[in-house]
Each structure stands twice: as C-alpha cells, then as structure tokens.
C-alpha cells in the first residue's frame, strides 16, 4: 500500500531530527576550533544558571546535537501529524547503551502506531549486541545469525563503511536560524538550559532528502517546490549541565497539497542518561526474520547497518534459505560416498523440471548422497567445489568417491542423470 503524504511528511521530521544530531556533531568535530553555529548573529544570552557554563545559546544547541559524551539512555519519542483534520500518531520507546568503540551497542526500540490505512499495530528491533530480533507485538524474529555475525565482526576490525553506505553529510546552519536562550530548569535530575530556534522547514527536508538520494534523482527545484508545501518550523532543545540532551521537539506544518492542512509534532526525552539499561532478548522467539512490510524493513535495516561497516548486502544474504547441506556433502565426501547437489532457484520452470529428475535419481540409486541447495549458497562449499565455476541455475554437480567433482548444468532428464552419477569414479 502506498504511503500517505503525511506519514512521509512525518518521516522526513524524523529524518530531520537525526539528520540534525549527526551533522552538528560532525561539524564541531571537523572545525578548527570553532563551534557549530547558525549564520544568524545571536540575540543577547540568558544569564547561566548555577552549573551552566556561560556558554551562548548557538553553542548549546551545538553541544545537544552532540553524541559524544551519550553513551546509554532510556527514551521516548512521540509524532504525530495530520491532513485535512485526520490525525495519525506513532510512539516509539526503549533504550541504548554502548559498549565500545568496536563493539556493537545494546539496542531496544519499540514503536507504536495507528496510521489508518497504512499500519496499526507495535514492532521494534532488539540487539544486545552479539544477536539481534525484530518484534512484532510480543514474538521476537532472530535476524540469521550467520548475517549478524559477519556485521559484528567487522565492526570489532573496524572496517570501513562500504561506498553504498548513508551519510548525512547535511548543513543544519544554512537552516537553523534565530537561536536563542528561553531560560533555566531542572529536568531529569540535572540543571537545563532551553533553546530554541527557527527551522526552514523546505530547506532542512531537501537537504537531508538530497543526503540520503542514492539515485541522483532529486529535482534541482526541490527546496522551492518543498517551500510551497510546507511552512518553516521550530525547534526546542533542553541541555543539561553535563552537555547532553534531554528532551527536544520540533514543530512543522504547511499548505500541504490539495488545500488539506498538514501538521507535525515529534517530542524526544531522554531519561536515565549514561545509566545501565536493561535490554534483554525477546521472551518469545521464532528463527528467521518476520515477513510482509516488516520483513522488507528488516532486511533493507540490517542492510543498511552492515554497509557501515563495510559489509555489503550480498555478504550477508538475508533472504536466501540457510541449509546445512554444505555440511552433509562434507561429512560424506569425507565417508567416500557418491554425492549429488542440485543447486537452484526454485522459481525457475527450469529448475522445477531439473528437481523431479534429481528426485528420480533418489528412488532409484542406493548409497548416493542427494542435496539440495540455492545457488547463492554456493560460496558455503568453499574448497569442496573448487574451480567447476557454479554461477548458474540449475546446476547438478556430481561427486564421486575419491572427491572428484564434475558440473552439469542446464536440464538434464533423469535417466541421463542416473547414468552419470553411475559412471562417477
């Protein structure tokens, strides 16, 4: 089903918002000194509350959008946003905690929503690191371990990301503008300055949409287009004396298309920072991950995090039937016993012919070995079928006793296929 104006609207405010984080963060990082500002020229600070350095207002709002100094917290995240007077709202919770540089943080983020005609219903994903799961409502899905494996072992070696990787090589000073102090309170247990600024609304989204555009395909228009659909915003950040973020919100609203009003709100909180948090595998857990919307998500998610570390979505073969069938030709190849291993798609009309003559040779030989396996799996076989060159489906390879492999490739009917396992030596 297609995605309706508003939840993507209420997508790109969530996009915004990490956009945000992250681009502040990399411009302090990279400055020579100087912090992350706005271009506007500050209007005159607030005087400092007891624990607040006598920072301006531009730099605290610098140092919220800052990471560095989070390393776990609870939160909780609602948006909402409607058209034409119909409101939909999403809620997500949980919590992170990191564990190193080179180690993989514990994760829980658990969403909520009520998006008529587009989704109802809870789903989140759950990481404590060496495994992971998506959920939907209480039943956890393992994301193959054999993938996630590969992610976090490459996130210990510290490989880099791979050139599909995104980033959010975004400039929040080109849109935020008119940043100023709004006074002192206490808030989760510690001192907080609040911020606020203006938003240009058009400008923020094309830039984080051109950001995160693999195609190239954004329109050199975007932003002037954006700009007669939605109308600037603003934004709310209060920081704690320890430089960390404690809540945030953003407001957004626009013409929208067609006449129909759109609005959006998304309110961030953060508690029990740099605390230990509890996260915990699933209760309820089933191999494999989910299907439908949310298992495209999961994929295209672990994905994603694979590239940033530099393994690419072919590495981790999500989607393709795990089989222990490599391991069985190895124990019997081992054992010299005759072996035959068809390798397809089965999909293919092909393959389905290939199959029914495989399942002949099956029933009519004794002492042969009979697998079945994807092609993408082909990789697992390693020295085993070395050098024969398996790119294609269907592919039949027949081993004999003393380990010798041959290829047949294409269709092939089953009494032929049965004179050929006969005469393999």
Request: hydrophobic residues 40%; glycine residues 10%; proline residues 5%.
């Amino acid at each position: 089903m297609a995605i309706s104006r508003p939840f993507l609207l209420a997508l790109l405010g969530v996009a915004l918002l990490g956009a945000t984080i992250f681009a502040v963060s990399n411009a302090r990082n990279q400055s020579d000194g100087t912090q992350a500002a706005s271009k506007p020229a500050q209007p005159t600070q607030a005087q400092p509350a007891d624990g607040i350095s006598a920072t301006g207002p531009t730099q605290v709002l610098s140092a919220a959008f800052s990471p560095n100094a989070l390393n776990s917290a609870s939160f909780d995240t609602k948006l909402s946003f409607s058209q034409g007077g119909k409101r939909n709202t999403i809620a997500v919770s949980g919590a992170y905690e990191s564990a190193g540089p080179r180690a993989l943080p514990k994760v829980n983020v658990q969403l909520s929503a009520k998006v008529p005609g587009s989704f109802n219903g809870r789903a989140g994903f759950v990481t404590t690191g060496d495994r992971a799961w998506f959920t939907r409502g209480n039943v956890g899905y393992a994301v193959p371990q054999a993938a996630w494996s590969k992610i976090v072992k490459a996130r210990a070696k510290g490989t880099p990301p791979t050139s599909k990787a995104p980033k959010l090589d975004v400039n929040p000073s080109s849109w935020l503008q008119n940043v100023k102090s709004e006074g002192n309170e206490r808030m989760d247990g510690v001192q907080v300055t609040h911020v606020s600024a203006d938003v240009n609304s058009a400008a923020a989204i094309a830039d984080v949409v051109k950001t995160l555009d693999t195609t190239g395909r954004l329109p050199g228009n975007a932003e002037q287009r954006l700009a007669k659909v939605v109308d600037n915003g603003h934004i709310n950040a209060w920081v704690g004396d320890d430089k960390i973020l404690r809540r945030v919100s953003l407001d957004m609203s626009g013409k929208g298309n067609g006449g129909r009003r759109v609005d959006v709100n998304l309110d961030l909180r953060l508690s029990q920072v740099n605390k230990p948090q509890n996260i915990a595998a699933p209760a309820k857990v089933k191999k494999g991950l989910p299907g439908g919307t949310l298992g495209q998500f999961a994929t295209g998610l672990v994905s994603g995090l694979g590239s940033t570390v530099g393994v690419t979505a072919s590495d981790l073969k999500l989607g393709v039937p795990q089989t222990n069938a490599d391991k069985k030709a190895e124990r019997a190849v081992a054992d010299h016993k005759k072996v035959v291993i068809l390798f397809q798609n089965p999909r293919a009309l092909d393959d389905r012919a290939v199959a029914d003559s495989v399942r002949l040779l099956d029933r009519k030989t004794k002492n042969v070995v009979v697998l079945t396996d994807d092609l993408r799996n082909v990789d697992n076989y390693g020295k085993l079928l070395e050098n024969l060159g398996v790119s294609q489906a269907p592919a039949i390879v027949v081993i004999g006793r003393s380990g010798k492999a041959e290829l047949v490739e294409g269709y092939v009917d089953g009494p032929s296929l049965v004179q050929v396992v006969a005469d393999a030596r």
